[in-house]
């Protein structure tokens, strides 16, 4: 075969896309797509048609490039340099559900709401949980994610992913290694399906359960703001007995304010946008709010959003 090996940066992206069936488009903006409605733009983003796809596209992509999975952006704070490289935003081709007897399979972009949602119809118990999780269910996998008594590792069968070289591989809840709001996928692997267990139950009783759970998550968090989830993990028992929001409003963060980002009055666990905030303001906000706690309690809170990207003005 006579053919020009791809050189520079733009020939080895064009090179992965050839022959692709999803969207790609270039200098991509991602802000509106966040909760917070912050952040600049994907040097790439790609929207794969479905899980071979995204395969196809792996497997010719340079190790050398980046390339980061993104979801629903509920729980992400996208820098105001953008994001370098290719963004992979998985989209109607994995949002598929089937029922089976004891639980359903669904794919990566399935919000959580719906999945809880379709539980409940089919007369499944046990994920109610997931209506009080905004985000979807690729990300939920990858950081274990749990509210109100129940968290994936505790419901998950089987999750299926795509390696970064393109393979496909199916693995087991052990293979996953989970832990608290993390899990042990292989680095640069994106899930694409999930097997979620569930119990046979009244569809009534469960629909009051989930009704119970987003009226608990309406009274308590700021859901209407435009926020990004929980912020930092609560520390490990051994370090303190208090919880994240706890150590925050001990510390005097309450309402505390970064330009246009402010601590929730609400729940204070949880970073929101005013209005005209940029990423650099929330993530400055958010150390300064760990340094705070540091300093009254010693106790170190680590991130649970992700932030991702260059600050603006950095080199690509």
Known sequence: MNSTPATTLDDM????????RGRV???????????????GPAEWLFQP????????????????????????????????????????RMARGFADIAVEADGLVVGS???????????????LAGLEF???IPGSIGGAVRMNAGAYGADIASVLDWAEIVTRDGNMVRLGNAALRFGYRRSGLPEGAMVVRARLRGMPASP????????DIRTAREQSQPVRARTGGSTFRNPEPE????????????????GLRQ????????????????????????????????????????????????????TQGARA
Do not use: Y
């Open 239 to 254: 370090v303190s007995a208090r919880k994240a929001w706890e150590l925050i409003d001990q510390a005097g963060c309450r």
């Open 49 to 88: 048609r479905d899980a071979d796809d995204l395969a196809g596209m792996l497997q010719r992509l340079s190790p050398e490039l980046p390339v980061i999975a993104l979801g629903a952006c509920s729980n992400v704070i996208i820098r105001d340099g953008g994001l370098d490289g290719i963004v992979v």
């Open 204 to 211: 009534a009783d469960i629909a009051v359960r989930i009704g």
């Open 109 to 123: 972009a399935c919000l959580d709401a719906t999945v809880a949602e379709h539980a409940a119809q089919a007369g």
């Open 25 to 39: 488009t270039a200098q991509a903006p991602l802000g509106a797509r966040t909760w917070f409605r912050v952040g």
């Open 13 to 20: 992206v064009r090179h992965a896309f050839a022959g692709t």
């Open 259 to 310: 330009g246009d980002a402010q601590v929730s009055e609400k729940h204070c666990n949880f970073l929101i946008n005013l209005g005209n905030a940029t990423a650099h303001d929330l993530e400055t906000l958010g150390d300064a709010v760990r340094q705070r706690v540091a300093q009254h309690s010693g106790v170190q809170l680590h991130w649970e959003i992700k932030r991702l990207g260059r």
């Open 130 to 132: 997931l209506a009080g």
